[in-house]
């Protein structure tokens, strides 16, 4: 599990634009886009993509299956440990006997009960090894891109799917350094874009200590009027949003905000 490449690609192309364009954005008015932490889902272990239980654009729930790799090798493995286990429990028993009737060591005893135990926990591992050739979902979302399909070999922790967690968009925006005071955390901004719903709001959960800039830092009174920070806004309706799409944000009236 890691931050999108592409969505950090699309993020910096977006901060860029938006950069320099920052000096004609409309008073009150932060031009921005809509980003996401995209969670990556693949195997602990190197096989084949045996079955595929969803589809780009699927919505799905915590636990649901996400897809299966081959297990023959993990199955070898633990049916080879469960035949160890019983000879393991049998030279324990032996031993165990043979302490309790002064025939056999203490030595003996404890060597047979360590290896007993050292069998036992190869087993519980061999057997969540295999059970991890089946991949849940870590969290409810929205499948947003399939990377290996049926038949495909993927290696170990190469994603399989991405997943969209509902609280994992945010948008993204810069303000210029003089109106950077205007925001503070937990603060209420709307957001407005093309064919979106006119109730859309977002609350501040970050902003940036340090400052941004489109060229080599002069520290004159016309290139500090170019510094601006990133802001980010997390939304109760993420429904409403799409990855990538711009938005306008504007700060609501205080007693709006409330």
């Not at 901060?15 to 195997?43: K, M, R, S």
């Not at 810069?174 to 503070?184: A, G, H, I, N």
């Amino acid at each position: 599990m890691r931050t999108a490449s592409r969505m950090a690609m699309l993020g910096l192309a977006a901060a860029a634009l938006l950069l320099a364009g920052c000096n004609h954005a409309t008073e009150g008015i932060y031009q921005g886009w809509v980003e996401a932490d995209l969670v990556f889902v693949g195997p602990d272990e190197t096989g084949r993509v045996e079955t595929l239980s969803v589809r780009e654009g699927d919505a799905v729930t915590a636990g649901a299956p996400l897809f299966t790799l081959d297990a023959d090798l993990q199955l070898a493995d633990v049916q080879q440990n469960q035949a160890t286990l019983a000879n393991a429990r049998q030279a324990f028993e032996r031993a165990q006997h043979l302490l309790k009737t002064g025939a056999g060591t203490q030595k003996a005893f404890d060597d047979a009960q360590a290896a007993l135990r050292e069998i036992e926990a190869r087993l519980n591992s061999a057997q969540t090894r295999l059970a991890r050739r089946k991949v849940f979902s870590p969290g409810a979302g929205t499948i947003q891109q399939v990377y290996y399909r049926p038949g495909e070999m993927v290696s170990a922790a190469r994603a399989v799917v991405s997943l969209l967690p509902p609280g994992n968009m945010k948008i993204r925006f810069f303000v210029p350094e003089s109106e950077l005071p205007k925001f503070s955390y937990g603060q209420t901004v709307r957001i407005t874009c093309d064919g979106c719903a006119d109730d859309i709001k977002a609350r501040v959960s970050f902003i940036a200590k340090s400052a941004e800039f489109t060229p080599p830092v002069i520290y004159s009174l016309e290139e500090r009027a170019k510094l601006v920070f990133l802001i980010e806004a997390r939304t109760d309706t993420p429904e409403k949003l799409r990855v990538g799409q711009p938005v306008s944000v504007s700060k609501l009236p205080q007693e709006v905000a409330r």
